[in-house]
């Protein structure tokens, strides 16, 4: 059987724009597994129209009913149906979850049954609830948790999690049912990594291979992005999600002159597998994380693409307290940073958080164009394709400022990679993979990340599929298709 056709970015990214959903399998897909392609930005699309079936229309006469699929990986777009309810009646559903620190998370929403007592969360708004207009998601990233603690963002407790639907009427239980929603493909594999050095988490796609891979770098936050390898991995890209600083032996301790060959050292051991292809291995990072991809990506050769979320344009001291050297090492030397200026600007305090964009702001303002060349990351030496995710609002560090540095140094070298930059205006510094509580996500520990809850949500929904296919096309994987 011959493989599905690879799809090239522009019709991707036209795919995404559509406001029809699309459901692609591989011809090997299982049948729990989507692609990332099956939808855009809610808050983009246009609503659909649902056509209310004779059976929903028996089923009015009987029981209500919570109709929505099940079994799904986390990233596909779910739809809840209401139907068997009295008509033009108020029925408010009421979702209901706990994250992998046993915390309870809730949203609800009050939509109005039609004529026939049915009704579709993807084409009416709710009058009440945790979320506003039509968003067919919102009932989970709208989600809030019944007692706030540290930290403010869900943790997910793979490789599944449960979402209770309750639909009640004036209070009363008329409806329930459990959503399974997966967080990997049962049937990737995973491994601790705990060799050459390396510290992290492996995920093999199913299958011989030989797989296409990419290494991903976590941000100063020090969680290694398991999301990522478990989703990439979900597609059919082998990931490693290494942890690059900590108290594993023998990352250095704190965030500070990391030795930027840990990332060819990932690069080969990936290479080195019988499962995966030994041409190039793609990179992703959030952050810090990012930083270190683009640097890390201009060193060496067998890189390939390179997503850099919340990017950085320059090198950057260590932002542990105390600490004034160099993020990074090359061969052993401390590559230069952006000086901290004379006379540093304090960062605004937000909800008892520091946002400290103006402070990153000012630095990058106040030194001289020489200290800025040479803290300046060579992306022009990139030899894959460059990706740039970045949110208006982040809190952190100007990162669309440093996004639109990136692709400029990318356009005036006429590069033969390709390179491409999303911006979205509303969200912060935080933009990873779509569908899930975003409610707390301007706040993480002492940072104020930035953003509104539903651009955040908005912003994943578009950025994570065309991560993907950024990946599938970039690295000549065959993309689901169905």
């Not at 699929?69 to 979850?97: C, H, I, M, Q, Y």
């Amino acid at each position: 059987m011959s493989g599905p056709p690879r799809i090239d970015r522009r019709t991707a990214l036209r795919l995404l724009g559509a406001t029809s959903v699309t459901a692609v399998a591989g011809c090997n897909a299982r049948s729990d597994r989507s692609t990332p392609t099956d939808a855009g930005d809610d808050s983009a699309e246009s609503p659909t129209t649902t056509t209310t079936t004779a059976s929903e229309t028996a089923t009015a006469a009987q029981s209500p009913e919570i109709r929505v699929e099940s079994g799904r990986l986390r990233d596909a777009r779910l739809a809840p149906r209401l139907v068997g309810f009295r008509p033009e009646t108020d029925v408010t559903l009421v979702a209901t979850t706990r994250d992998g620190l046993g915390r309870t998370w809730q949203s609800s929403a009050t939509v109005r049954t039609d004529e026939s007592g049915a009704v579709s969360l993807t084409d009416r708004a709710p009058t009440d609830g945790t979320y506003e207009g039509t968003r067919p998601m919102g009932f989970v990233w709208s989600m809030q948790m019944d007692s706030l603690t540290e930290p403010s963002f869900f943790v997910p407790d793979p490789p599944e999690h449960s979402v209770t639907l309750s639909a009640r009427v004036d209070g009363d239980e008329r409806a329930t049912t459990d959503v399974v929603r997966q967080f990997v493909d049962p049937d990737v594999t995973r491994r601790t990594v705990r060799e050459r050095g390396l510290v992290g988490h492996y995920y093999e796609p199913p299958g011989e291979g030989p797989h296409a891979s990419v290494i991903a770098l976590h941000g100063a936050g020090n969680r290694p992005l398991r999301n990522y390898g478990r989703m990439l991995a979900s597609y059919d890209v082998a990931t490693l999600a290494v942890k690059w600083f900590g108290e594993e032996d023998p990352l250095p301790d704190e965030l500070a002159r990391v030795p930027v060959e840990y990332v060819r050292t990932a690069v080969d051991w990936l290479q080195s597998r019988t499962a995966v292809r030994a041409d190039e291995t793609g990179l992703i990072g959030h952050s810090k994380g990012a930083e270190y991809a683009l640097l890390a990506a201009s060193q060496f050769d067998g890189i390939g693409p390179v997503v850099a979320i919340a990017p950085s344009a320059y090198v950057w001291q260590s932002p542990t307290q105390g600490i004034s050297e160099s993020s990074w090492t090359v061969d052993g030397e401390p590559h230069p940073t952006v000086p901290r200026p004379e006379t540093p600007q304090p960062p605004e305090q937000v909800r008892g958080r520091s946002k400290t964009v103006g402070t990153l702001r000012h630095a990058i303002e106040r030194a001289s164009d020489a200290a800025l060349a040479d803290a300046r990351i060579p992306v022009e030496d990139i030899g894959g394709d460059v990706l740039l995710v970045a949110g208006g609002r982040d809190g952190v560090w100007p990162s669309v400022q440093m996004a639109e540095t990136v692709a400029d140094r990318l356009e005036r070298a006429d590069v033969d990679s390709s390179h491409e930059t999303l911006t979205y205006p509303e969200a912060g510094h935080v933009i990873t993979i779509r569908y899930r509580p975003t409610t707390y996500e301007m706040v993480g520990g002492g940072l104020y990340l930035g953003g509104d809850p539903e651009a955040i949500a908005a912003a994943e929904a578009d950025a994570w599929p065309r991560t993907a296919s950024w990946f599938w096309n970039a690295l000549d994987v065959e993309a689901p298709s169905g």
